[in-house]
């Protein structure tokens, strides 16, 4: 949505955009000014910032086949105490590839490919 706002806010204006978007201009102004002034993210921001190098290393000194739970018991070993749900939440920040068919399943739609669709012709998900 901000980038959105950012694209068309030359031809229209911010106030305009964001009354017909569900979203508050001070919003919008907020989000701007922590990607213009780095220091006004919050502290987990911050964190992720610092750990996604680290994050990259791991998972490219693995050849790139790491998932989430492989590259934090990694980070575990090599002294960098992580919690392993900032791993996974972040896998598209950090780089990593999606996990497929990870634990238990909770919903009855299957919406990402999983193990249980490989190879499945229909493009229905399937209902367990």
Same mark, same amino acid.
């Given at each position: 949505? +901000?980038?959105? +706002?950012? #694209?068309? %806010?030359? @031809?229209?204006?911010?106030?305009?955009?964001?009354?017909?978007?569900? +979203? @508050?201009?001070?919003?919008?102004?907020?989000?701007?000014?922590?990607?213009?002034?780095?220091?006004?993210?919050?502290?987990?921001?911050? %964190? #992720? $910032?610092?750990?996604?190098?680290?994050?990259? %290393?791991?998972?490219?000194?693995?050849?790139?086949?790491?998932?989430?739970?492989? &590259?934090?018991?990694?980070?575990?070993?090599?002294?960098?105490? &992580? @919690?392993?749900? &900032?791993?996974?939440?972040? %896998?598209?920040?950090?780089?990593?590839?999606?996990?497929?068919?990870?634990?238990? +399943?909770? /919903?009855? $739609? $299957?919406? #990402?490919?999983?193990?249980?669709? &490989?190879?499945?012709?229909? /493009?229905?998900?399937?209902?367990?």
């Amino acid at each position: 949505m +901000i980038g959105f +706002i950012d #694209d068309h %806010r030359g @031809a229209y204006g911010v106030e305009p955009i964001c009354k017909a978007l569900p +979203i @508050a201009p001070s919003t919008y102004h907020e989000h701007v000014a922590r990607r213009i002034d780095p220091g006004k993210q919050s502290a987990r921001a911050k %964190r #992720d $910032l610092e750990l996604k190098p680290q994050i990259e %290393r791991v998972f490219g000194e693995n050849f790139e086949v790491y998932g989430a739970r492989k &590259v934090w018991r990694q980070m575990l070993r090599e002294g960098f105490y &992580v @919690a392993h749900v &900032v791993i996974h939440d972040k %896998r598209p920040l950090f780089g990593l590839a999606p996990s497929y068919g990870c634990g238990a +399943i909770s /919903s009855s $739609l $299957l919406c #990402d490919p999983c193990v249980f669709c &490989v190879g499945y012709a229909d /493009s229905r998900p399937i209902r367990l």
